[in-house]
Nanobody, 126 residues
Framework: QVQLVESGGGLVQVGGSLRLSCAVA????????VGWFRQAPGKEREFVAA????????DYVDSVKGRFTITRDNAKNTVFLQMNSLKPEDTAVYYC???????????????????WGQGTQVTVSS
């Protein structure tokens, strides 16, 4: 059974940084693409960033480009989202998701991901 567990969320002031982790267990990690999504209260879930199976391709939503960096450590079965220069509008629950149907590419579409974590709260205070 595949499990994705997010960690690293919390409360941070504007301009601060957080590093989210997504630990994947239960299946061969290296054959997955992984995406990060977020959902703020009253809003739809939105794509944030994604990385393909070997880290050779990444994608970001325009609002986080230059501030967020997605990386992966296949030896540790973990994907990271480094978030710098955080803004109040980054406040949301952040979810990671795994896609092994097309692990060589990234997708911004939530319905292309097969398994999801439970989410971790990120709150940016002004």
């Amino acid at each position: 059974q595949v499990q994705l567990v997010e960690s690293g969320g919390g409360l941070v002031q504007v301009g601060g940084s957080l590093r989210l982790s997504c630990a994947v267990a239960g299946r061969t990690f290296g054959t997955y693409a992984v995406g990060w999504f977020r959902q703020a209260p009253g809003k739809e879930r939105e794509f944030v960033a994604a990385i393909n199976w070997n880290g050779g391709w990444t994608d970001y939503v325009d609002s986080v480009k230059g501030r967020f960096t997605i990386t992966r450590d296949n030896a540790k079965n973990t994907v990271f989202l480094q978030m710098n220069s955080l803004k109040p509008e980054d406040t949301a629950v952040y979810y990671c998701a795994a896609d092994w149907t097309s692990p060589w590419e990234t997708s911004e579409r939530a319905n292309e991901y097969d398994h999801w974590g439970q989410g971790t709260q990120v709150t940016v205070s002004s």
